[in-house]
């Protein structure tokens, strides 16, 4: 895309490096895979950026406050790229990105604004609504299991998580093939594990069973 001059699919294509190197990373993490990824989202960034290329533009702003939001003392620049990412999301009615933005939002001030979180909440479950697509119930179902767990009592949080697992089965459900149901479905897979892991740490004899059922 470089050689060609065209600065629209260079900023797509590393975009689309950056992608495939955060689900790696996610799925099977290295040493200093965060410092990568940033100097991957950054030039991804500049591209997106110098192509005006909103989607690029907005989704790589997700993906660096993400990376942003585990580092102590970057909150408040990782809030920054949450905000470039919601409005970009509205202008270019990416509901699903409005989504994940909110979502993020909301995770990074639990602690210190719980009002501010409890509007980026609401906003989620709303842009969820409007994206009307089971991807994106799938990816909110998920974040609410996690926040719930934060902010309920174990057994609404229970309750929360299972209804995301349910969710997330929808979708493989609703997929053609057997082959294609799989491979999306390997997407979700994290959900599992997370939620599993989270029952066995409490060992709670009563949630043991629930736990391996859902590994």
């Known amino acids: 895309a ?12 590393r975009y689309s490096i950056l992608n495939v190197s955060s689900t790696k990373e996610s799925l099977l ?7 990568r990824l940033m100097a991957l989202a950054q030039r991804a960034l500049e591209s997106g950026v110098a192509a005006q290329h909103a989607l690029v533009t907005l989704k790589t702003h997700r993906t660096i406050a993400s990376l942003l939001a585990r580092r102590s ?15 970009l999301a509205v202008t270019a009615r990416q509901p699903h990105d409005e989504a994940v933005c909110s979502w ?12 501010k979180a409890r509007a980026a909440h609401s906003r989620a479950l709303e842009a969820t609504a409007r994206a009307n697509s089971p991807v994106t119930q799938a990816y909110s179902a998920g974040r609410q299991m996690r926040l719930s767990w934060d902010m309920n009592t174990p057994a609404d949080a ?9 969710a997330i089965e929808t979708l493989r459900r609703l997929q053609d093939d057997a082959e294609s149901s799989a491979e999306l479905f390997s997407s979700w897979t994290l959900d599992y594990y997370w939620l599993s892991g989270r029952l066995l740490r409490d060992h709670r004899d009563t949630e043991l069973d629930l736990a391996f059922s859902i590994t």
């Open 73 to 87: 003392g970057s909150r408040d620049e990782a809030l920054r790229h949450v905000d470039e990412c919601l409005a």
């Open 29 to 35: 993490p290295t040493p200093g895979s965060t410092s």
């Open 158 to 166: 229970i309750r929360d998580s299972l209804a995301a697992i349910a």
């Open 2 to 13: 470089a050689a060609e001059r065209d600065p629209r699919e260079e900023a797509a294509a």
């Open 104 to 115: 993020l939002e909301a995770s990074i001030l639990r602690e210190s604004h719980p009002a």
